[in-house]
C-alpha cells in the first residue's frame, strides 16, 4: 500500500487537511474525502470538464490534477459559489434562463463561467463559447447556457455599478 501524505488547502473558504496517498486525483479526494460533490466525474481525461474547480484563480480540470499538486492551494467550487438559500448571480442566471437539463455538465460549466467574468467582465457571445469550450453539454445545446453567462455579466456590471454609486 502507497504511504499517505498530508495536504493542506482551502476549500470553499475553508482550511482542511487530508490525508490522501499521493496518486489520487484531486476531483476523488474533493469528493471521496472532503464530501464536496459539486465537481462531478465525467471522462476522467480532460475532455469533458464535468470536474472544474477553480484552484488559485484559474480553472482546472480536477481530474486532470494530482491531489499532492493541490498542498497549498485555494480551491473553489460550485458550492463556494452560492448556496440553496443564497444562490450566486451565475446560479441564478443559469436557473432563469433555463441554462441545464440533467445538470451533470452544470456545477463544471458554472464554475467555469465564473472564472470566464473573473477575467472578462464584458464577453461578447463568441468569447462565451470560446471559454465555455473545455466544457461539454449533452443536453442544452449551449444556447441557453451562452444566455444565461451573458445575462450573468450584464447582472454583475449593474451589481458592481450600485456598489460603486453607493
Ligand atoms: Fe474531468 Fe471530464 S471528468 S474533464
Ligand atoms: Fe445535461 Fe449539460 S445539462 S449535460
Known amino acids: 500500500m502507497m504511504e499517505k501524505v498530508q495536504l493542506n488547502m482551502t476549500v470553499n473558504g475553508k482550511e482542511v487537511e487530508v490525508l490522501t496517498e499521493p496518486r489520487q486525483l484531486l476531483v476523488h479526494v474533493l ?3 472532503l464530501n464536496i460533490t459539486g465537481p462531478h466525474v465525467g471522462c476522467e481525461s480532460t ?7 477553480d484552484m488559485n484563480e484559474m ?4 481530474c486532470s490534477v494530482f491531489a499532492a499538486q493541490a498542498q497549498g492551494a485555494n480551491i473553489t467550487t460550485v458550492e463556494g459559489l452560492g448556496s440553496p ?3 450566486h448571480i451565475i446560479q441564478e442566471m443559469f436557473k432563469e434562463h433555463h441554462g441545464l437539463q440533467c445538470g451533470y455538465c452544470t456545477p463544471g460549466m458554472i464554475t467555469r463561467a465564473y472564472r470566464l467574468l473573473q477575467e472578462n467582465s464584458n464577453p461578447t457571445e463568441e468569447e462565451v463559447r470560446f471559454g465555455i469550450s473545455g466544457n461539454l453539454c449533452r443536453c442544452t445545446g449551449y ?3 451562452v444566455k444565461a453567462i451573458m445575462a450573468s ?4 456590471n449593474e451589481t458592481s455599478e450600485m456598489k460603486e454609486s453607493a
Open 143 to 145: 444556447q441557453n447556457i
Open 153 to 156: 455579466a450584464d447582472k454583475l
Open 31 to 33: 469528493r471521496e474525502e
Open 85 to 87: 438559500d443564497g444562490l
Open 59 to 62: 480553472s482546472v480540470k480536477s
Open 47 to 53: 475532455h469533458c470538464g464535468a470536474c472544474t474547480i
